[in-house]
């Protein structure tokens, strides 16, 4: 059964991956970049004093709270929404905001950051790739889903040095040929 046989109270935000959420995805999406380059837009006008520590614990706790709950049924389109079109954007600023100190942490969240991106678009692909791996040699565990962080991560890893940053250069440089 489709989502649009769905009530709309049953209809979730994470739609997409699937041909009968197609709509909804292209929705969430196109919702979810046009805040980001909100959200980038006001973090570099605001002038916003940078995050205490605590701040930024809280931001990502929250968000990482609301993503393993299971809203109850009744009220997940509207919490999901609130989630959605609110917190998410003030934990992501917040987040922003935040100053590691120089060091492991600082090189850390860099690099982490660098890879979000890949991490983002290559997840699903990948750890899809690494179930049938699993199921061709015969084997089904729970640790399928850990061996996947690290191929995830190693695939993000190998896309943004050998695709995203020289391609991202190049029409750098392109565009400065144009102005």
Same mark, same amino acid.
């Given at each position: 059964?489709?989502?649009?046989?769905?009530?709309?109270?049953?209809?979730?935000?994470?739609?997409?991956?699937?041909?009968?959420?197609?709509?909804?995805?292209?929705?969430?999406?196109?919702?979810?970049?046009?805040?980001?380059?909100?959200?980038?837009?006001?973090?570099?006008?605001?002038?916003?004093?940078?995050?205490?520590?605590?701040?930024? &614990?809280?931001? #990502?706790? !929250?968000?990482?709270? /609301?993503? +393993?709950?299971?809203? $109850?049924?009744?009220?997940? @389109? %509207?919490?999901?929404?609130?989630?959605? &079109?609110?917190? #998410?954007? !003030?934990?992501?600023? /917040?987040? +922003?905001?935040?100053? $590691?100190?120089?060091?492991? @942490? %600082?090189?850390?969240?860099?690099?982490?950051?660098?890879?979000?991106?890949?991490?983002?678009?290559?997840?699903?692909?990948?750890?899809?790739?690494?179930?049938?791996? %699993?199921?061709?040699?015969?084997?089904?565990?729970?640790?399928?889903?850990?061996?996947?962080?690290?191929?995830?991560?190693?695939?993000?890893?190998?896309?943004?040095?050998?695709?995203?940053?020289?391609?991202?250069?190049?029409?750098?440089?392109?565009?400065?040929?144009?102005?």
């Amino acid at each position: 059964m489709g989502s649009a046989s769905k009530p709309i109270s049953e209809v979730s935000l994470g739609g997409g991956p699937t041909w009968e959420t197609f709509g909804a995805g292209v929705i969430r999406v196109g919702f979810s970049f046009f805040a980001g380059v909100l959200v980038y837009r006001f973090y570099e006008t605001a002038r916003l004093p940078a995050a205490r520590p605590g701040f930024a &614990i809280s931001a #990502f706790a !929250l968000v990482t709270a /609301i993503l +393993a709950l299971d809203f $109850p049924s009744g009220l997940d @389109l %509207a919490l999901s929404l609130f989630s959605v &079109i609110v917190v #998410f954007p !003030l934990a992501i600023t /917040i987040c +922003a905001r935040f100053d $590691p100190p120089r060091g492991a @942490l %600082a090189n850390t969240m860099q690099t982490l950051g660098l890879l979000s991106y890949g991490i983002y678009v290559l997840q699903v692909v990948t750890f899809h790739a690494v179930e049938a791996c %699993a199921r061709h040699i015969e084997v089904q565990s729970a640790l399928v889903g850990l061996v996947a962080i690290p191929v995830v991560a190693a695939v993000a890893y190998a896309a943004t040095v050998f695709v995203d940053v020289p391609v991202r250069l190049t029409m750098k440089q392109a565009l400065k040929g144009l102005a």
